[in-house]
């Protein structure tokens, strides 16, 4: 299908992201830019899904009613459809991203409402006109979030729309134990890990051969390695290797899989094939590590 929607089911956040240009002193001060921004893996994916090119994208998650209205106007302004559900009992999610010299990131995670959005939040319409669907693996950690992602991926199922999942977390992903992740996104048509997490699912430590073997989990795999590019996989064999883009200043690597995941998909949704989507996703991971945060900035 070349056209239409992509739904994005996941999470927005508030970051904190906090850059120290030396090791944190403990005990006492250490001098650092601290900036509080809209983020969250699935609303990054849509802010770089709709930069990308792609006219009607939607968000579906769970926000605190304190900032619900500021990520609803970020969203928009990205030119994203904010479906937020409102939670009176508790507050948005938050990360504070320690991002070292290096531009790598280190997260601090309060999950707040990200894990509540209940299957009450979620409705079939909308589903209508969807080419793609995109679940952020974070809603997989949680019983609650869980049964709605689940049931968001039957009914894409039922009608014929492609799923998309990105695993979101080598750490949560051990605690829920790689075979329960795999058995929850068994035949789902993209699978979208990055290294760390292709190894945390699979035990290999070389990431071409967990591509592969993902590849038998899910129809399509895109395994991001950073700076060396992509790698993608199908049938049980790694089918491309798809280099980086060039990044020139490196500031913050906080929401870069994002980005590729949001070029990617919106590439794919206009009809590029995977490996033409996966440069297009690079480039949009190359401009999200030049950036501060894990959207991109205004748009031209």
Request: charged share 20%; hydrophobic share 45%; glycine share 12%.
């Amino acid at each position: 299908m070349t056209g239409g929607a992509l739904l994005v089911v996941g999470e927005v956040v508030t970051d904190v992201v906090v850059r120290h240009s030396r090791t944190p002193a403990h005990g006492t001060d250490t001098p650092a830019s601290i900036r509080t921004l809209p983020g969250g893996a699935g609303a990054n994916v849509a802010c770089w899904a709709a930069r990308s090119g792609c006219r009607d994208v939607r968000l579906l998650a769970r926000a605190g009613a304190g900032s619900a209205d500021w990520h609803a106007d970020a969203l928009r302004r990205a030119g994203v459809r904010p479906l937020l559900a409102v939670d009176e009992e508790v507050p948005t999610g938050t990360v504070v991203a320690l991002v070292d010299p290096s531009a790598q990131r280190t997260f601090l995670t309060d999950a707040g409402a990200v894990l509540r959005l209940a299957p009450g939040d979620w409705s079939t319409p909308l589903l209508d006109g969807v080419a793609r669907l995109h679940v952020s693996g974070y809603l997989l950690f949680a019983p609650t979030s869980r049964a709605t992602a689940l049931l968001a991926i039957r009914e894409a199922r039922r009608r014929g729309v492609p799923v998309s999942v990105d695993p979101a977390s080598a750490g949560f992903l051990s605690e829920l134990g790689a075979a329960s992740f795999l058995d929850l996104v068994e035949g789902v048509d993209l699978l979208l890990p990055n290294a760390d997490e292709a190894r945390e699912l699979t035990g290999l430590p070389d990431p071409a051969d967990a591509a592969a073997k993902l590849s038998r989990h899910a129809g399509r795999v895109a395994v991001t390695l950073g700076d060396l590019g992509v790698l993608l996989a199908a049938g049980g064999a790694v089918t491309a290797r798809v280099p980086a883009a060039d990044v020139r200043d490196p500031v913050d690597s906080t929401g870069a899989g994002d980005a590729f995941t949001g070029g990617f998909l919106a590439a794919l949704i206009a009809g590029a094939d995977e490996a033409a989507a996966a440069t297009e996703g690079c480039r949009a991971g190359a401009e999200a590590v030049s950036l501060v945060g894990g959207r991109p900035g205004p748009r031209p």
